[in-house]
């Protein structure tokens, strides 16, 4: 059976702004998605030669359970030659039980800051999805 009217699994965005998480939160939280999770940026020592990782934010949208994560900033490849594309945060999200909300919530989110969404490209987000089940 075709998949075209069913939402894709994730849909990952690369943001050329970075929007403060408060203004991120408020306007999720008027889209019906409330604020499940946050974790602090990771801010390695230099000498550690670890990447930093930007502040993250899991909101979750408790009827139909679609979700979006956002990276309050930017994040560089995690894979042996892969190469992300400029950008200065990032949104990931994942559809629910309805695809119209799906729909909806993406499409809004897109043009409040200027984005196309696309399906990921690499097998990292698909890592990023396992780790958050």
Not at 16 to 44: N, W, Y
Request: charged fraction near 20%.
């Amino acid at each position: 059976m075709p998949k075209k009217n069913l939402p894709p699994d994730e849909l990952e965005a690369f943001c050329l702004s970075c929007p403060e998480p408060k203004e991120v939160i408020t306007f999720l939280q008027r889209l019906g998605l409330r604020l499940d999770f946050q974790m602090d940026a990771f801010l390695p020592p230099t000498y550690s030669g670890l990447a930093q990782l930007p502040a993250q934010f899991h909101f979750v949208e408790d009827a139909s359970g679609m979700s979006i994560i956002y990276l309050a900033g930017e994040d560089s490849a995690t894979e042996d030659g892969e190469r992300l594309p400029p950008h200065e945060s990032r949104f990931w999200a994942y559809p629910g039980a309805d695809a119209h909300v799906f729909g909806r919530i993406t499409r809004s989110v897109a043009l409040q800051w200027s984005f196309t969404w696309q399906r990921p490209t690499s097998s990292q987000t698909q890592h990023a999805r396992q780790d958050v089940a």
